[in-house]
């Protein structure tokens, strides 16, 4: 039988004023069930508090009902009080009769009809409340980052140097992603690889951190605490510890002219067995078994390896499936450059001297094909004059994609800027439509690429580039001067749009992450939550979520990381109780439920008998992944799974107590 | 005949409302959610708006949460008007409940129009937690529609 208490506050007079308190302490004493009824002027102050709890113990009560002020103000801090006495902190509802009453009515003896039935509802409920014990899930104290750029080294780099071992998977054959392509950074034109390449290496050495590259994700099972992943490492054909990363091989390596570079965007060749790039971490070359003539003609060409001094090339190496545990994985997966095909009329493809924003930043870089002499693909020429076109993709909804890519303002006005110091008495145009440089220093950034760099910037679109007589003609409008501009350039760069890592809309539904129509990934809530993916345990950081810049990335790899370290501070994840739970001897496993969940929290479990045959199939709810949403109930045909804290019969309990 | 059932009622539960659940005094339940809705609900308090108060709340994890028979059983204790409000779309603090919600929502309503409810009875609507102002305009235009409808319509549940 239920002892239940009802505790009516007058909230000083803030309900008091328009609810007859008394009148509805009397209503509470009448219900069944009910053994006692006060009222209080401020139940949320100490004395009110101990009054609450010295009841609790005096009348042995099983519930506890308090007519006052929004749940969301102080159902934490009743809960407690009560939890101090020995019940259970659910069996604790808050009858909201000042938000929703006394609040926002006037005429007072409807007021109180009202609190009076939101205080009956709670009756009601609190009768049939089941004590739910908070969920406690065991922690693999081991977290995996997926994807080696800055954000990702980042975040591997705070979880490691927190005491957290760290598994760091890279699908190329180095780390360091799009910044170590990068040639100087705006504002501060501080050198990318000289910022970069410490942190790559400090990476690789650091002794929480067991790297990975030329691997990929190839499955996640599990939840937040005890992930079961599998990562695919690729067959670099050469056995990463014995190399010395010393060069013979690819000195040897006679396929040197016809694979392009994809680190150099197709600007320089490579070899069939190369480094990306000289700073690559690992210094392991990989060899490229698409191109290379040991595959290709049967085995006749090893040059390479006779050329290896430790012997360390391995025709024969298999790829390798490596299993982890781990209880918090980042999604880091960056971001790719748009496809230009769309825009036919920038020639880009079709004019070698068209070239996209990160291939012009390759022709920046020491590092690069040209050793950071500006030089045009075409003929290897120094351009006197370069057209820069921004927002080719970006903010562009029928063609390209509605966003803004963030970046591009930012690396244009450094384009323009590097472009006129390293040539001389040469002259750029930029082509935009809003110049946005919000962050600190960048504003003047901008101001200094055109008032002392001398880039003419002018607001409209390009509406055709075409080559004439060497010149790359690019026709466009000046909205400001409301004139055509015809300008005969050398090279046009053009600052294609951002868009998610190719393959990662792939990983999100491995890892059961949501991303949005353009395929990033979607943070749990976009303010409050920017660093949690929608499932437990998974979190997210850098370009995979959205355009951002460097320090955007960096401060989103720590927040990832810091929200790690937090989860594993504790020994276990605790869970709050109010989650769904299934009956057994009355699910039928049709799966509905599955179906609707956003959590993926429903799994198949199997019932065995002592000899082990499976009897019966059920759906099971795991504890770590429930939020106790609800939609699984309504989808059970069977009613065979309830929601703890908002169960069928109190909800139909609270619907008859408002009867009329 | 109307005021009979209800004092029949009356009886039966044992309770006494100045709330009399009549045509020109309806009684209206919403079901809403405990992150969007209920919070506007508390905001159009916390900021001390008025509205009729002919609505009780009852409060839910999710909108998804919603079972259609909660409505037809409001229906069946006499409630003369149902609402139903939740997240906007793109907001659901579960992902994807208030989804489930509207579509739940767009299949329930032929089965209630084929039962004889008014199909006016029944508001769907979006709050979210900083529309304090939207929650008071939805109840009081929706407690005014309820007032204006013929009372008939719902007499397949008020009979039992």
Same mark, same amino acid.
């Given at each position: 039988?239920?002892?239940?208490?009802?505790?009516?506050?007058?909230?000083?007079?803030?309900?008091?004023?328009?609810?007859?308190?008394?009148?509805?302490?009397?209503?509470?004493?009448?219900?069944?069930?009910?053994?006692?009824?006060?009222?209080?002027?401020?139940?949320?102050?100490?004395?009110?508090?101990?009054?609450?709890?010295?009841?609790?113990?005096?009348?042995?009560?099983?519930?506890?009902?308090?007519?006052?002020?929004?749940?969301?103000?102080?159902?934490?801090?009743?809960?407690?009080?009560?939890?101090?006495?020995?019940?259970?902190?659910?069996?604790?509802?808050?009858?909201?009769?000042?938000?929703?009453?006394?609040?926002?009515?006037?005429?007072?003896?409807?007021?109180?009809?009202?609190?009076?039935?939101?205080?009956?509802?709670?009756?009601?409920?609190?009768?049939?409340?089941?004590?739910?014990?908070?969920?406690?899930?065991?922690?693999?104290?081991?977290?995996?980052?997926?994807?080696?750029?800055?954000?990702?080294?980042?975040?591997?780099?705070?979880?490691?140097?927190?005491?957290?071992?760290?598994?760091?998977?890279?699908?190329?054959?180095?780390?360091?992603?799009?910044?170590?392509?990068?040639?100087?950074?705006?504002?501060?034109?501080?050198?990318?690889?000289?910022?970069?390449?410490?942190?790559?290496?400090?990476?690789?050495?650091?002794?929480?951190?067991?790297?990975?590259?030329?691997?990929?994700?190839?499955?996640?099972?599990?939840?937040?605490?005890?992930?079961?992943?599998?990562?695919?490492?690729?067959?670099?054909?050469?056995?990463?510890?014995?190399?010395?990363?010393?060069?013979?091989?690819? #000195?040897?390596?006679?396929?040197?002219? #016809?694979?392009?570079?994809?680190? #150099?965007?197709?600007?320089?060749?490579?070899?069939?067995?190369?480094?990306?790039?000289?700073?690559?971490?690992?210094?392991?070359?990989?060899?490229?078994?698409?191109?290379?003539?040991?595959?290709?003609?049967?085995?006749?060409? !090893?040059?390479?390896?006779?050329?290896?001094?430790?012997?360390?090339?391995?025709?024969?190496?298999?790829?390798?499936?490596?299993?982890?545990?781990?209880?918090?994985?980042?999604?880091?997966?960056?971001?790719?450059?748009?496809?230009?095909?769309?825009?036919?009329?920038?020639?880009?493809?079709?004019?070698?001297?068209?070239?996209?924003?990160? !291939?012009?930043?390759?022709?920046?870089?020491?590092?690069?094909?040209?050793?950071?002499?500006?030089?045009?693909?075409?003929?290897?020429?120094?351009?006197?004059?370069?057209?820069?076109?921004?927002?080719?993709?970006?903010?562009?909804?029928?063609?390209?994609?509605?966003?803004?890519?963030?970046?591009?303002?930012?690396?244009?006005?450094?384009?323009?800027?590097?472009?006129?110091?390293?040539?001389?008495?040469?002259?750029?145009?930029?082509?935009?439509?809003?110049?946005?440089?919000?962050?600190?220093?960048?504003?003047?950034?901008?101001?200094?690429?055109?008032?002392?760099?001398?880039?003419?910037?002018?607001?409209?679109?390009?509406?055709?580039?075409?080559?004439?007589?060497?010149?790359?003609?690019?026709?466009?409008?000046?909205?400001?001067?409301?004139? !055509?501009?015809?300008?005969?350039?050398?090279?046009?760069?053009?600052?294609?749009?951002?868009?998610?890592?190719?393959?990662?809309?792939?990983?999100?539904?491995?890892?059961?992450?949501?991303?949005?129509?353009?395929?990033?990934?979607?943070?749990?809530?976009?303010?409050?939550?920017?660093?949690?993916?929608?499932?437990?345990?998974?979190?997210?950081?850098?370009?995979?979520?959205?355009?951002?810049?460097?320090?955007?990335?960096?401060?989103?790899?720590?927040?990832?990381?810091?929200?790690?370290?937090?989860?594993?501070?504790?020994?276990?994840?605790?869970?709050?109780?109010?989650?769904?739970?299934?009956?057994?001897?009355?699910?039928?496993?049709?799966?509905?439920?599955?179906?609707?969940?956003?959590?993926?929290?429903?799994?198949?479990?199997?019932?065995?008998?002592?000899?082990?045959?499976?009897?019966?199939?059920?759906?099971?709810?795991?504890?770590?992944?429930?939020?106790?949403?609800?939609?699984?109930? #309504?989808?059970?045909?069977?009613?065979?799974?309830?929601?703890?804290?908002?169960?069928?019969?109190?909800?139909?309990?609270?619907?008859?107590?408002?009867?009329? | 005949? *109307?005021?009979?059932?209800?004092?029949?009622?009356?009886?039966? *539960?044992?309770?006494?409302?100045?709330?009399?659940?009549?045509?020109?005094? =309806?009684?209206?339940?919403?079901?809403?959610?405990?992150?969007?809705?209920?919070?506007?609900?508390?905001? @159009?308090?916390?900021? %001390?708006?008025?509205?009729?108060?002919?609505? %009780?709340?009852?409060?839910? =994890?999710?909108? +998804?949460?919603?079972?259609?028979?909660?409505?037809? *059983? @409001?229906?069946?204790?006499?409630? $003369?008007?149902?609402?139903?409000? +939740?997240?906007? =779309?793109?907001?659901?603090?579960?992902?994807?409940?208030?989804?489930?919600?509207?579509?739940?929502?767009?299949?329930? %309503?032929?089965?209630?129009?084929?039962?004889?409810?008014?199909?006016?009875?029944?508001?769907?609507?979006?709050?979210?937690?900083?529309?304090?102002? $939207?929650?008071?305009?939805?109840?009081? *235009?929706?407690?005014?529609?309820?007032?204006?409808? =013929?009372?008939?319509?719902?007499?397949?549940?008020? $009979?039992?």
């Amino acid at each position: 039988m239920s002892r239940i208490g009802v505790f009516v506050c007058w909230c000083g007079s803030n309900i008091a004023s328009t609810v007859d308190v008394e009148k509805v302490r009397e209503e509470a004493a009448k219900i069944p069930g009910v053994v006692s009824a006060v009222d209080y002027k401020y139940m949320c102050s100490d004395p009110g508090q101990n009054s609450l709890r010295n009841v609790i113990k005096e009348k042995n009560l099983t519930g506890v009902v308090l007519a006052a002020c929004s749940p969301h103000m102080h159902e934490n801090t009743f809960r407690k009080a009560a939890v101090k006495e020995g019940l259970n902190p659910y069996f604790v509802e808050i009858a909201n009769i000042r938000e929703q009453v006394s609040w926002v009515h006037e005429d007072k003896e409807r007021a109180t009809a009202k609190a009076v039935d939101l205080m009956k509802m709670m009756v009601e409920k609190v009768k049939r409340d089941k004590p739910i014990e908070d969920v406690r899930v065991p922690l693999n104290k081991k977290a995996l980052v997926i994807g080696g750029g800055i954000s990702g080294i980042q975040a591997a780099l705070d979880i490691a140097n927190g005491g957290v071992e760290v598994i760091l998977v890279e699908k190329e054959p180095s780390i360091g992603g799009r910044m170590i392509q990068l040639d100087e950074t705006f504002p501060t034109l501080d050198c990318s690889s000289c910022i970069m390449t410490p942190k790559m290496v400090e990476a690789n050495q650091h002794p929480n951190i067991k790297l990975y590259t030329y691997s990929e994700i190839e499955d996640v099972s599990g939840y937040i605490g005890n992930f079961k992943v599998k990562i695919k490492k690729k067959a670099r054909s050469v056995v990463e510890k014995d190399c010395t990363g010393c060069g013979e091989c690819w #000195n040897a390596c006679p396929m040197h002219k #016809n694979v392009k570079s994809e680190f #150099n965007l197709n600007l320089s060749e490579r070899t069939a067995i190369y480094v990306p790039f000289p700073q690559a971490v690992p210094l392991v070359p990989v060899l490229d078994r698409s191109v290379c003539l040991h595959f290709k003609k049967g085995g006749k060409c !090893q040059k390479c390896f006779d050329a290896c001094g430790p012997k360390c090339i391995d025709f024969s190496m298999q790829d390798e499936i490596i299993e982890e545990t781990v209880g918090a994985i980042v999604a880091a997966t960056g971001y790719d450059l748009m496809e230009t095909s769309m825009y036919g009329e920038y020639g880009y493809g079709k004019y070698k001297d068209v070239v996209s924003g990160l !291939q012009f930043e390759r022709l920046l870089s020491a590092s690069g094909p040209t050793e950071g002499v500006i030089k045009r693909p075409s003929d290897g020429k120094t351009p006197q004059t370069i057209v820069f076109v921004q927002c080719v993709g970006s903010r562009d909804p029928e063609k390209g994609v509605p966003y803004c890519s963030k970046v591009c303002c930012m690396y244009t006005a450094k384009h323009a800027k590097l472009f006129a110091h390293k040539v001389h008495g040469s002259q750029s145009y930029v082509f935009y439509i809003d110049i946005r440089s919000t962050s600190k220093g960048y504003e003047e950034f901008v101001r200094g690429t055109m008032e002392q760099d001398g880039a003419v910037y002018l607001r409209g679109r390009v509406s055709k580039i075409y080559e004439d007589n060497g010149k790359l003609i690019v026709k466009g409008a000046d909205t400001l001067s409301g004139n !055509q501009v015809e300008i005969a350039a050398d090279m046009v760069v053009l600052a294609t749009g951002v868009i998610p890592k190719k393959g990662s809309d792939k990983l999100a539904q491995m890892l059961g992450i949501s991303y949005d129509k353009y395929g990033f990934l979607t943070e749990s809530h976009p303010k409050l939550r920017p660093a949690e993916s929608s499932t437990a345990g998974i979190y997210l950081a850098g370009m995979a979520q959205g355009p951002r810049d460097i320090p955007e990335s960096v401060v989103s790899g720590s927040a990832a990381a810091s929200k790690i370290l937090g989860l594993f501070s504790k020994s276990e994840y605790e869970v709050e109780g109010t989650i769904s739970s299934v009956n057994e001897a009355t699910c039928v496993a049709c799966f509905y439920c599955q179906r609707v969940c956003a959590y993926n929290a429903i799994t198949r479990k199997e019932i065995k008998d002592r000899s082990g045959n499976v009897v019966k199939v059920v759906a099971s709810v795991n504890p770590g992944l429930c939020t106790g949403c609800g939609a699984c109930v #309504n989808a059970c045909f069977s009613k065979s799974i309830d929601v703890k804290g908002f169960m069928d019969d109190q909800i139909y309990a609270e619907i008859k107590s408002l009867a009329v | 005949m *109307e005021d009979m059932n209800v004092e029949k009622e009356k009886q039966k *539960e044992g309770t006494a409302s100045a709330n009399t659940g009549s045509q020109s005094d =309806p009684r209206l339940i919403a079901f809403v959610c405990n992150w969007c809705t209920y919070n506007g609900a508390d905001l @159009a308090g916390t900021s %001390r708006m008025k509205y009729s108060d002919n609505v %009780r709340v009852i409060k839910l =994890p999710c909108t +998804g949460r919603i079972d259609p028979l909660f409505i037809v *059983e @409001a229906f069946k204790k006499g409630a $003369k008007g149902v609402l139903v409000s +939740g997240c906007h =779309p793109g907001d659901c603090h579960y992902t994807s409940g208030n989804y489930h919600s509207r579509r739940k929502y767009a299949t329930f %309503r032929d089965l209630l129009g084929y039962l004889g409810v008014d199909l006016n009875r029944v508001e769907f609507s979006w709050i979210s937690a900083s529309e304090g102002n $939207k929650w008071v305009a939805v109840i009081n *235009e929706f407690t005014d529609k309820i007032k204006s409808l =013929p009372d008939k319509t719902t007499d397949i549940f008020t $009979k039992k």
